[in-house]
């Protein structure tokens, strides 16, 4: 009983009809979406359906969210295609083997991160770089999917010469294909967006009509199957269809492990990693807050490990938590993974006797399903937001977007992460500096040149808020340096360390000849609100002794004691002008 996961422990009998409810929906919405992903991913359809078996089950047993709906989704698809097809012929015996090793390192490297409990990456990778990711593979996914519902062959590295090829190729577009994808894709967004409301309007209930109109691309699947099957258009108009779909479970087998092919595969892995676990945490993280329940990080790192390890060994491809599924289960009343685990069971029954149904499947409406579905991953309100409130994570939105979109998924998204670290070091090494001065009838200091505060003459207090290290340091000891030499009449210069966290040992190097250039021409360094952890450090040094007596518990004991001792009047009360950075 110890090795059950605590839900199966606790489990409560009223909770078993909402999961079996979920996970019968979940599964009429897997199976086109796990058909559809294979396409996306360059693989043989059934790979979709053995990713959609064992992986849920390992997820339900070791991960920590009660909905996360785990299984193959589009963007991790668009990784694997993308990181395999430069290195074997896409549908091939040798590309499904690479495809199950990209999960097993995938799935390897999640579990070690769980292991050393790096839940924390989570936050690696920041939301306008991982919104400009989505967005831009959705982009690039939708354009790439055109040929199906065309009927033309056509590729490209990316979204331009795709396009090009295209347009070269339209001549050739079969008709009665485009005719099948097009009218899919209408009826699909139409479902979308007036499917529930019309239902409501006839007496259904919110609920089970918002759920009706996530399962709109099964109903496409039936209808346009039943109608290739019946007239035959796969023979008369040349259609394209999914063909003869293997039957059977998988077998379990350990994928080939080659050197050669791990040193190729252990950043796309690596990249599907990361990306795969901060999508499903944010998106079980917000399924979670609704109903005052929680989520372990580092529990996901295992629980996703053992789905993309449990994918490699039954033939499958990397996993991850999918946001469409996840709200759909969610809005179905699942209370557990044992919904999850219904649809796993499901999802086997289907492999092991129905996958006949899905012979005359034509590709144009697994490819109508992937672009509407990834179509709403386009994320222009957070571009919007981040435009008005902060220009420089707008920028690493827009050219990770526009990495994918020009070179790639791994390019664009290794840009985006460059870019947002780029920014933070370049944020961090041009500290705001502020000169500041006492609040009249208060113990509060501000910016001398935001509000009206008392200043002593011969004092400069300067208050720099970041921790100090050694891209930002030598900034600070310039912009002191040039305050002294505008106030000839300084004799104390107070450094306020409010919001310094950290001294590393080149700033502790500058700080150490800032004080003693000031020394030498009668000037006195103070510091004031120094952080315990930062004092302690700065105590062992030779300059936290030559600063004995000069480091003081607050700013204002610090002002009143250089007031006191140069009997210096106050002077201000009004706003003035000063340098701030």
């Not at 839940?119 to 199906?148: C, D, N, R, Y």
Request: hydrophobic letters at 55%.
């Amino acid at each position: 009983m110890q090795f059950m996961p605590s839900w199966m422990r606790n489990y409560q009998r009223s909770w078993l009809s909402g999961d079996l409810v979920a996970g019968v929906i979940v599964t009429v919405m897997l199976i086109p979406q796990s058909l559809a992903y294979a396409l996306l991913a360059g693989l043989p359809p059934e790979v979709g359906l053995y990713a959609s078996i064992l992986p849920i089950v390992a997820y339900a047993l070791v991960g920590s969210s009660m909905t996360l709906a785990v299984g193959p989704v589009a963007v991790a698809s668009l990784m694997t295609a993308s990181a395999l097809q430069p290195l074997a012929a896409a549908g091939s015996a040798e590309y499904v083997g690479l495809a199950m090793l990209l999960s097993l390192l995938s799935g390897g490297m999640l579990l070690l991160f769980g292991l050393l409990r790096l839940g924390f990456l989570a936050h690696f990778l920041s939301h306008p770089v991982i919104s400009g990711f989505i967005s831009g593979s959705a982009i690039l996914i939708a354009v790439g999917q055109l040929k199906h519902l065309m009927g033309v062959k056509a590729g490209g590295g990316n979204v331009l010469d795709t396009l090009l090829q295209l347009a070269h190729a339209a001549p050739d577009t079969n008709s009665v294909t485009l005719g099948i994808g097009a009218g899919s894709v209408l009826f699909l967004l139409l479902a979308r967006k007036l499917l529930a409301p019309w239902l409501v309007r006839a007496g259904v209930d919110a609920k089970l009509a918002e759920l009706a109109s996530k399962l709109a691309p099964m109903l496409a699947v039936l209808v346009t199957t039943a109608l290739v099957a019946a007239l035959r258009w796969d023979k008369s108009a040349g259609v394209s269809i999914v063909g003869a779909v293997p039957q059977g479970l998988p077998v379990l087998a350990f994928p080939s492990v080659a050197m050669s092919a791990i040193s190729q595969l252990w950043l796309p892995a690596l990249l599907i990693s990361l990306v795969g676990f901060v999508e499903s945490v944010s998106v079980a993280q917000s399924l979670a807050l609704k109903r005052q329940q929680r989520i372990q990080p580092n529990r996901e790192l295992l629980g996703l490990g053992a789905a993309n390890v449990a994918s490699a060994l039954s033939g499958g491809f990397p996993v991850t938590g999918g946001f469409a599924r996840s709200v759909v289960n969610f809005s179905a009343g699942a209370n557990t993974p044992l919904a999850g685990l219904v649809s796993a069971m499901l999802m086997a029954v289907v492999i092991a006797a129905l996958t006949g149904l899905f012979f005359y499947l034509p590709h144009a409406v697994l490819a109508a399903t992937i672009i509407v579905a990834v179509v709403s991953l386009i994320d222009v309100q957070t571009l919007r937001e981040a435009w008005r409130y902060d220009k420089a994570d707008a920028w690493s939105l827009l050219v990770t977007a526009g990495g994918v979109i020009t070179w790639g998924v791994e390019e664009g998204i290794l840009l985006g992460v460059g870019l947002s670290l780029g920014t933070l070091v370049w944020r961090s090494s041009h500290p705001h500096i502020a000169v500041v001065g006492r609040v009249p009838g208060t113990e509060h200091f501000r910016n001398v040149a935001r509000h009206p505060v008392a200043t002593v003459p011969d004092l400069i207090a300067v208050r720099v808020d970041e921790s100090l290290y050694f891209a930002n340091s030598e900034v600070l000891q310039d912009t002191i340096e040039r305050l002294v030499a505008a106030q000839p009449r300084t004799r104390h210069v107070l450094l306020v360390c409010s919001a310094i966290n950290q001294i590393d040992a080149t700033a502790l190097g500058v700080l150490t000849d800032l004080e003693s250039s000031l020394a030498r021409r009668g000037i006195a360094l103070l510091l004031s609100e120094v952080k315990g952890p930062v004092l302690d450090r700065l105590q062992k040094t030779s300059l936290g002794q030559n600063l004995q007596g000069r480091v003081f518990l607050s700013t204002h004991q610090a002002f009143e004691s250089v007031r006191q001792n140069t009997a210096a009047p106050v002077t201000g009360g009004e706003k003035q002008v000063a340098p701030s950075h």
